[in-house]
Each structure stands twice: as C-alpha cells, then as structure tokens.
C-alpha cells in the first residue's frame, strides 16, 4: 500500500473526485493530528448539505422502488439478478433526469394514496361508531327541547338494563331508557328525562358505568350519516385504486429507478469522500491510500489532471492506520468472508487466505461427507454465481460453498455415502438385494481411524501455524524466540512420534531439554523455576486442547451419516418407495441444513481459534476505496 499526497486547483474538484470514482483504488484518508491546529481545521470542508440532498434522494428512490414492488406485485426474488450497463449509461445525465422525474411521480402518488388511505381509517372508525346507533330514527344532533333532554349513553355489555330501569323508576325521576342495541362489549341507549331531573338521573346511571356519548358535527339520523360515509368510502376507495394504478403504471420504469439508486449511491460515496478534503478555496488538498499494483492508474490520472502529488511507503509509526487489501485468486477470494468475519490481519502481518484455504476446504467436506449433499452445494454455488452474479459477501458465500461442495463429494465418495444409504435402501426396497456403493472407510465402522486421523490433520494445521509464526519471527529478527517457542515443540512432537514408533527416546529427551532451557531462557532467579512450570503447563495443556478440537472433523461426520441413515430406515419401515422417498427427502432436507451451518461454525472455530491463535495478528482497517460499489447492475468499463 503506498501513502499518497495529493494537491490540485479547487476548480478541479469535482472533476478530480469524479475520475477517482471511476478510477475505484483510492481511499482518501481521514483529516490526521494537524486538524488540532485551528490554521489546518480551518481548511477542512464542512458543507454537507449536497451530501444530505443525495442522501434524501436515495431515500426518496427506495421509497419509490418499494412502492412499484408491492403495488405491482414485482418479486425480486432471493437474489436480484444483476444486468450490465456501459460506464457511459451509468453516468449519463439524460437517464439520471428521467429516473429522477418518475421517482418524484411515483412519490407524489405515493403520498396521496397514503393520505386517502389514513382518511379511509377516519371514515372506518367513525362508521363504527355510528353503526350501533342506525336504528335510531333521531337527528344525533338534537339535544331535546326546553323541559326535555336527550342524552346518548353508552355502558358495559353486561349491564342489565332492566334492573336500571327499575332503578331509575324508583328513583323518583321523570326519566326514561331506551335499549337502541348492544354487543358483548357495550349497551346503547337513550336516556329521555326531564331537564330539572336530569342530575337525579345520572346519579343512578353513573355508578353502574353509564357515561354520555356525541357525535360533533353531526346533523341528521345515524342512517343518513352512515349513508353518506358509504359514499365517501366508496369514492375514497375508488381514488385508492387510481393512485395505485398509477404507480403500476410506472412498473416499467423499474430497471431506470435502480439505475439511479446505484448512481445515488456513487454520488453519495464521493460527497462523503469530499468531506475528507482540504481547501481555503484556492487549492485543494488530501491524503490517501492506493495498493501498489494500481500506482499505474493512479499516476496517469494524476498527470492528466496536472495534480501535485506523491506516493511513498508507510512509516513505521503509520502502519497502524494503513488499510488493508488482502490479495485473492478464484480459489482464496470466497475465504475473504471468513476473515472478514472474524477480523482483518495487521497491514504488518500475512494474507490468512491462501494459508487457511486448504485447510477450511478440506475441513469442511470431511464433515459433511456425503455425495449427495456435495452435488447439491456445488450446484448451488454454479447456478446462482453464473446466473446473478453476486458480488461481496453473498458471492464469496456461494463461490466457497461450491469449492466446499467439491470437497463434500469427494469425501462422500472416500466413504460411500449418497444421503446416507438412500441408494441401498432403494434397492432394497425394488429388487430385496443388497447394495452399497464402495467406500474406502465408513463412519460408523472406523471411527476409530477417523478420529486418529482427524487429530493429525489437527497437528498438521497446527505446525504449519508454528512454522508461519517461526518465519514472521526470524524475518523481525527474533531468532531466539522463535528457536525456544516453535524449534522447541517441533523437536517435542517429533520425540513423541519417534518414541510411539519405537525409534528412540533420545529425540524426546533433547525436546525436554530445550523445553526447560527455553522457557526460563530470559528470566532471573526463582522466575526461571515459574517460568518453566508456566511454560509447560500452557503449552501441553494448550496444544492438547487445540489437538483435540479437531475430534469434533469425526464428530460431526458420524452425526451427519447416522442421522441421515436413520431417517433413510424410517422411511423404508413402511416398505413403500413413494413413503420412503417422501420420508427421506424431508429428513435429509433437515440434515443437510443444519450441517450446512454447524460444519461452517465448527470450521471458523478451527481456523480462528486453534489456527490463527499461532500466528495471526488481527485488528487490520479494512481498504475501502472510493468506487463505484452497485446493487442491481453491473458497470462495464467502455
């Protein structure tokens, strides 16, 4: 990675962040230290108001995009398939315009079908509360005359009007109530009483929950209200499915509005770099970094624009805050998930792709082993990598489950499995023979083996670990350290083997030797006594643990098989093939997923824990380049 320094004239900006864009190797660095002086913080640009308007584009297009997809009922799928489109295309002002007036249409509708539809809720919720009182041949807006009073009342479904009435009667008050309707959460009724005895009244209806209703700017019967409000409902719902008609209507300006969301996207990425520049309105000014491999490019661009600039190495002080690329091929590029999961190495420390691929690959395809579900993982990575294209963490996940898949099979064939023993239950089942495809081992019958050789697979991953970490330490000039911690233990590992063959003791003694020297080799007095007890507790303990881990390569081989045979043998119980295919096919179906995620689990363990715990140095800053970074197409350079 090289540090850049670049300068150029104001006027140039937009041009020059533009051409960056396109050129898509250079992240322009946060503003450093300096900015603590006021004469540097003065410089720096601060005006985001042109980023906040992309922003609220963006925001406006998605709205636009969600709309067409729910009011035209267009699926996008699990995957949206990209399309390409020339640079020329992607960039050009006449379809940005386009896009951007249908995007307004569409929101404009949008927002009126939103309204229309809040009023419709208020025209629902008013209706409801008219309904119980549409056999009232009353205007709801007449109160009662001089000496008589109506009141609209409301009060618990379980009241017993009659027992009111009672009460009401023997009260003493010139009142009446009438039962309009009911349901099993309220009663309706009218109260007619004389206007002297009114509070005589309400002191009986109040306790058993009575309470007054109305119903503002209300003139007629609850029926013509509730006339009216079909009407209105109606004509409501008629402007609903005009709004929506209109926005469907714009279903064909889909493939234009994703255009302009990848545009807006780009736009946004270089205001957001714009805000890392330096100017006082003369010159503008920025740090930055590029890989080395695209210095060509970037020392074309630069000379074709007439910039200052220059590109060197990082310091020693630097390299912290260097980001990094890690550098891929087709069969270590889909590992970038899985680094990029757990975390990315130091600029200072080694590419763990190329070194974790093998590994991870083979890894996983022992612990799924099976034929059956290797076709299906392989196929699965082909068609969608060829038919959608994929790019970031989806397309190294579909690349490494069909490299992983490759592997499955192979194993599957090494131990003879098709979902479990799905072909020899099939042809038990048709002919009443025995079958079974060739297998040069089998789960069930060499655990044992399996298990020994799963742990030197561990040993082997975990001395290959050792040996990066010894070739880091010799290059940073810590012979010392790297002959007492991993010189050391390679002489114990193969005093162990020798002394398990038969061969001599004497490789182990001279291991143990070096274990006691080299672990106190830097201490004083009684700290060499602890420090060669810490030391060996931590290491055979710790190499133990890691050696053992990889039991879990046998385990989860075993689970995958037996489970999948099990389900096989459930299905043929009833001696049917259509039940057992049927039975199969959803047991299988189980156990292929949930293996799909535990073998991925379980290998990241490995690799992260018991792997890189040798060597790797994580905490690196990922490279993040202003580029054009697109969801729904594919930019093709001209």
Known sequence: ??????????????????????????????????????????????????????????????????????????????????????????????????????????????????????????????????????????????????????????CPGTTDI?????????????????EISGDKQQRYALLICHRADEECALEVLRPRGFSVTSFQNASGTAAENLQQIEQQLAENRKQQETAAADITACAGARDALRVYADRLNAEASKESSAERLLTDGTIVFFEGWAPEESMNRVEALMKELGCAWEARDPTEEEIPDVPVKLKNNWLTKPLNMVTEMYSLPTYDNVDP????????????????????????????????????????????????????????????????????????????????????????????????????????????????GMAISFVRKIKRGQVMDAIWEEVTWWVVFAGIGCMALGVTNIVLYVGIVMVLVGSGWNAKGFGKITAIFGSLYNHVTGYFGDILSYSRLMALMLAGSVIAQVFNTLGAIPGNLIIFIIISLVGNALNFALNLLGCYVHDLRLQCLEYFGKFYEDGGKPFRPLAINTKYVDVENN
């Not at 070194?355 to 890894?363: H, K, N, Q, S, V």
């Open 353 to 464: 792709n190329p070194l974790m691929a093998p590994f991870f690959i083979l890894f996983y395809g022992i612990m799924m082993a099976d034929m059956g579900y290797g076709l299906l993982m392989m196929l699965a990575g082909f068609l969608v990598t060829r038919k959608y294209h994929p790019k970031g963490t989806m397309g190294n996940m579909f690349r490494l489950a069909g490299l992983c898949g490759i592997s499955t099979f192979i194993m599957g064939a090494l131990t003879g499995g098709f979902f479990g023993d799905f072909l020899t239950q099939v042809v038990k089942l048709t002919t009443g023979g025995d079958f079974a495809l060739p297998a040069l081992f089998t789960p069930l019958n060499d655990t044992l083996m399996i298990l020994i050789g799963a742990m030197a697979l561990g040993l082997v991953q975990i001395i290959t």
């Open 1 to 154: 990675m090289k540090k850049l320094h670049v300068m150029a004239m104001a006027d140039q900006r937009e041009e020059l962040l533009r051409e960056l864009l396109r050129l898509g190797c250079v992240e322009i660095s946060e503003p450093d230290d300096r900015l603590a002086d006021p004469d540097w913080s003065a410089l720096l640009e601060r005006d985001r108001s042109k980023l906040v308007s992309t922003k609220n584009e963006i925001a406006g297009v998605d709205t636009a995009l969600s709309a067409i997809r729910k009011y035209a009922q267009l699926k996008d799928g699990l995957f949206i398939k990209r399309h390409p489109i020339t640079e020329q295309e992607f960039l050009s002002a006449s379809t940005t315009e386009e896009a951007k007036e249908v995007s307004s249409q569409i929101n404009l509708r949008l927002q009126a079908l939103t309204h229309l539809q809040s009023e419709e809720s208020r025209l629902q919720a008013r209706q409801a509360s008219l309904s119980p009182w549409q056999s009232l041949d009353m205007p709801l807006e007449m109160e009662g005359t001089e000496h008589v009073l109506l009141r609209l009342m409301v």
């Open 162 to 178: 009659g027992s009111v009435k009672t009460e009401l009667a023997a009260s003493g008050a010139a009142a009446e109530l009438l």
